[in-house]
């Protein structure tokens, strides 16, 4: 049995109200889930929405190295001038955003702090939102290496390729070559902006689905064998060789279609430093929690019946860089669809 109160569905059990004050309370709550449940956004070059600016277009440059000076000098003659290069990257950044309403009698009779449990659930929607955003944009990227031998992602489903030691290899020669350079520091989780050392390496993000096989790679390390322990990653398995890896379930999965039979092929990213930029939820007005109490509102709201609780923010990234990233496509042993009961859920199974 359960009992509908505008929005939200409820089980059984109707007990008094635990009320507690909310907005100034809940605000930073919110902002702090948000921040310390993303991921990509931890390994972005951080940009920011400027406020008041009527910016909707974000920039970043980058610049072309210097090929070595090995001429030598003739005495009383300047040699050629070097020119230093610089590229701009543009991207336009957009606003997202979701509510959801209850009334004054769920307000009343809930057992639970309803709006609390609102905001912890907000929060988790509005970081995914921006993880599967900022995972679409660098998940499209041009440098990729297909599994085991593989020559497209068609092969790599139709062949069950795994990931194997040979393209962790050349993965880190592909950035090696490139001068990509590993980080030194992650974005921190919290709603300020600033961020944290880290024992330096290239950055792996993989899906839970392909933990079983890396660890069966011979030269896989787990964290639990690290000479080190104060700087592990929320979400690092592991390591091999230059690469440290983090798990994350909003890792790109495509299903490839072989002889009639969906196949599940893994895009897992490999970074160097500066290789993509965000619009970070750390900056001023980044992302904001709009509370509207149940006293708020004109003649729509004439019984003081409805109030709502939501967020918005701005969003975006960009590959800056090309050579400084590249995917591995490859299949997995397990194959676990998503288990996660969202709201438009038919089953409760």
């Known amino acids: 049995m359960s009992t509908t109160y505008s929005n939200f569905t409820q089980g059984t059990g109707d007990n008094a109200n635990n009320a507690v004050e909310f907005s100034k309370l809940y605000d930073p709550l919110h902002l702090l889930r948000v921040t310390q449940t993303m991921m990509f956004d931890k390994f972005a070059q951080a940009k920011f929405v400027p406020a008041n600016s009527g910016i909707k277009t974000m920039f970043a440059f980058r610049y072309r190295n210097l090929r070595p000076a090995t001429t030598p000098l003739t005495e009383g003659t300047l040699p050629t001038e070097s020119s230093i290069i610089r590229e701009k990257v543009e991207w336009t950044v957009a606003q997202y955003g979701a509510?959801?309403?209850?009334?004054?009698?769920?307000?009343?009779?809930?057992?639970?702090?309803?709006?609390a449990q609102f905001t912890d659930v907000l929060g988790d929607q509005a970081a995914e939102t921006a993880d599967v955003i900022i995972r679409e944009v660098i998940s499209a990227g041009t440098r990729v290496i297909y599994a085991n031998g593989a020559t497209s992602r068609a092969t790599v489903a139709s062949g069950s390729k795994k990931i194997v030691v040979n393209d962790l290899k050349l993965a880190a020669l592909k950035l090696k070559n490139a001068k990509a350079k590993k980080y030194t520091s992650i974005n921190s989780g919290s709603t300020k902006i600033g961020?944290?050392?880290?024992?330096?390496?290239?950055?792996?993000?993989?899906?839970?689905?392909?933990?079983?096989?890396?660890?069966?790679?011979?030269?896989?390390?787990?964290?639990?064998?690290?000479?080190?322990?104060t700087d592990i990653m929320e979400g690092e398995i592991g390591s091999y060789g230059d690469f440290r890896f983090i798990e994350n379930l909003n890792a790109k999965v495509v299903d490839v279609d072989v002889s009639g039979?969906?196949?599940?092929?893994?895009?897992?990213?490999?970074?160097?430093?500066?290789?993509?930029?965000?619009?970070?939820?750390r900056g001023k007005k980044g992302t904001e929690m709009v509370y509207k109490p149940l006293n708020s509102g004109g003649v729509e709201n004439a019984l003081n019946q409805k109030g709502s609780i939501g967020w918005k923010m701005w969003?975006?990234?960009k590959i800056l860089n090309e050579l400084f990233m590249i995917r591995i496509e490859h299949t997995?042993?397990?194959?676990?669809g998503t288990l996660i009961k969202y709201e438009d859920n038919e089953s409760d199974v």
């Not at 509510?99 to 709006?115: A, E, G, Q, S, W």
């Not at 390496?201 to 690290?226: F, M, Q, S």
């Not at 997995?332 to 676990?336: L, M, P, R, S, W």
């Open 261 to 281: 039979t969906n196949v599940p092929v893994y895009l897992s990213i490999f970074l160097g430093k500066d290789a993509y930029a965000s619009v970070s939820v």
């Open 195 to 229: 961020s944290k050392p880290i024992r330096d390496a290239y950055i792996a993000i993989v899906h839970p689905n392909a933990v079983d096989d890396l660890r069966g790679l011979t030269g896989w390390k787990e964290i639990e064998d690290y000479a080190y322990s």
């Open 99 to 115: 509510y959801t309403t209850y009334t004054d009698v769920l307000d009343l009779l809930d057992v639970d702090n309803i709006k």
């Open 315 to 317: 969003c975006g990234a």
């Open 332 to 336: 997995a042993t397990f194959d676990v």
